[in-house]
């Protein structure tokens, strides 16, 4: 935090052409991200970093704190980092090393947190914002630096009345910690920039970011100034913890209100720490600075300096992916897919190389289409991620291929996706004859049984003659309903819609 501060009043006066505030006011906005590392093991012993196991099942020794364990720095969690600073188009720093930052409480067993204060592995870098992210300009928010540091525990209250529990599992888990500068001026701004940043850091492997579940927390730092003044003249105001893309938006436009109406009326704005209601809309005392801890840091004494040599450095660029924005440009030359399409498949970790697989020789709008709309709704229902899904591509591409020469309805193939999901290992063509399928293309026995359905439902009829046309939905799903999903859904579409032209004719 303090590294934030050094730059608000250190850099120069800039202006962009919004601003979040109103009636002559703007508002200055840094960031802090707190996002966990995909490392197997912690940043500072062997134990595993699932956090989220049976509680304190997942602790080694030096988790716990327990006198005479030693650190040990996991190179996983360095190569992470040097990933994401890379990804950013920032510098690796040939050393780094780690401090001890001193503070009490239940959360942290050391009485201090390693983290990287003064001598960062990576500074610089960039995400660029525009049109693309739905602004009506293009700016960059500048990187300060990123770091690696140790999470901490887990607290857990109201279990036992008066006691508060501790959970180490998260104790050690690796973090890197990304501070930009304090170029952002809007809550939308600073809601687009963490997307963003989502996007890229899944996007390498390097966290899944989910804020949802704590993988990524961010702090936000607010302050207020008269328009046409040094815009880092405001006092700073720090909100904690902010969870989702919606409560950054709410809690940045709630602050700058609350600030302005303060000025307005002639107060002044104390420097801080606030958390956010989400309830009620506004922010909240936490800590005065008054009352803010001196952290007292200090080098640490078990950790040698981190040296990176210029070869290691470009090994870990020539591993990175192809970055998102010339993925973007390159699905949409390629495959004149929709932005939708090549947002989604962005966002979940090795979606892009799962289309492309498929892709290959298919038809890359209906693979994307089954791959965003059918997979991805699985994949929502289960709360699971396509990594973590049994789903093979060899699976999916039999299936689509297998709809694209009629051997199986739409309905059939969504039922095979679904079993292939739940774990199921045979092939296509080997659950087709398992369940006897065939595809109806008999016309005139689809028409029989399409006007037995008309004949069955006059009601539904009447009122589709009458302008109703919901009704044609009723009826098509119910013949559906009657061929067993057998006969192809265009089929029973043109039958039914037949029949109804000839029963208005009469």
């Known amino acids: 935090m303090r590294q934030l501060e050094k730059l608000l009043r250190r850099l120069p006066a800039r202006g962009f052409g919004y601003s979040t505030a109103s009636g002559g006011w703007r508002s200055t906005v840094g960031l802090e991200l707190h996002v966990q590392l995909l490392a197997k093991q912690k940043l500072f012993s062997a134990a595993s970093a699932k956090w989220n196991d049976g509680p304190n099942t997942n602790v080694y020794m030096v988790d716990a704190s327990i006198p005479g364990s030693l650190p040990r720095l996991n190179p996983h969690c360095v190569q992470l980092a040097a990933r994401a600073i890379l990804g950013l188009k920032g510098q690796v720093q040939p050393v780094s090393s780690f401090d001890r930052k001193h503070y009490f409480y239940l959360d942290q067993p050391l009485g201090y947190q390693i983290t990287q204060q003064f001598f960062p592995i990576g500074k610089g870098g960039f995400i660029e914002l525009g049109q693309a992210e739905g602004l009506g300009y293009s700016k960059k928010v500048h990187i300060h630096q990123l770091q690696l540091e140790q999470d901490t525990a887990k607290s857990i209250h109201d279990v036992y009345p008066g006691h508060v529990l501790a959970d180490l599992n998260r104790a050690g888990v690796g973090l890197i910690e990304i501070v930009t500068r304090p170029d952002i001026e809007t809550a939308e701004e600073a809601a687009q920039f963490v997307r963003k940043m989502q996007v890229l850091l899944r996007h390498i492997g390097v966290s899944n970011c989910n804020m949802e579940d704590g993988s990524m927390r961010c702090d936000v730092n607010v302050s207020v100034y008269r328009d046409g003044n040094d815009r880092l003249s405001g006092t700073r ?270």
């Open 237 to 506: 105001c720090e909100l904690k913890n902010l969870n989702s893309l919606k409560v950054i938006r709410s809690a940045i436009d709630a602050e700058v209100s609350r600030q302005v109406g303060l000025l307005t009326a002639g107060k002044e704005v104390e420097q801080e720490t606030r958390g956010f209601d989400a309830r009620s809309g506004t922010t909240f005392l936490t800590r005065s600075k008054e009352a803010a801890p001196d952290y007292r840091y200090m080098p640490d004494p078990d950790i040698p300096e981190v040296h990176i040599s210029r070869n290691w450095v470009e090994e870990v660029q020539r591993t990175l992916p192809e970055l998102p924005e010339m993925t973007r440009e390159r699905l949409k030359k390629q495959y004149n897919l929709t932005k939708e399409d090549i947002e989604t498949m962005i966002n979940e970790p090795g979606c892009v190389s799962f289309f492309e697989q498929l892709a290959t020789t298919r038809d890359p709008k209906r693979v994307a289409s089954w791959v965003t709309s059918e997979v991805f709704g699985q994949l929502s229902y289960r709360a699971q991620r396509l990594a973590d899904s049994p789903l093979t591509v060899a699976q999916l591409g039999e299936l689509l291929d297998s709809l694209a020469n009629n051997a199986i309805t739409s309905a059939q193939a969504k039922q095979l996706l679904i079993e292939f999901m739940d774990g199921e290992t045979r092939s296509t063509a080997e659950l087709i004859k398992a369940y006897g399928w065939k595809v109806l293309d008999d016309d005139s026995l689809i028409r029989q049984i399409a006007k037995d359905i008309l004949d069955k439902h006059p009601k539904e009829v009447s009122g589709y003659l009458k302008g109703q046309a919901r009704r044609l939905n009723f009826l098509i799903g119910k013949t559906m309903q009657a061929t067993k999903g057998q006969a192809r859904p265009q089929d029973v579409s043109r039958i039914v819609k037949e029949l109804l032209e000839s029963a208005s004719a009469d």
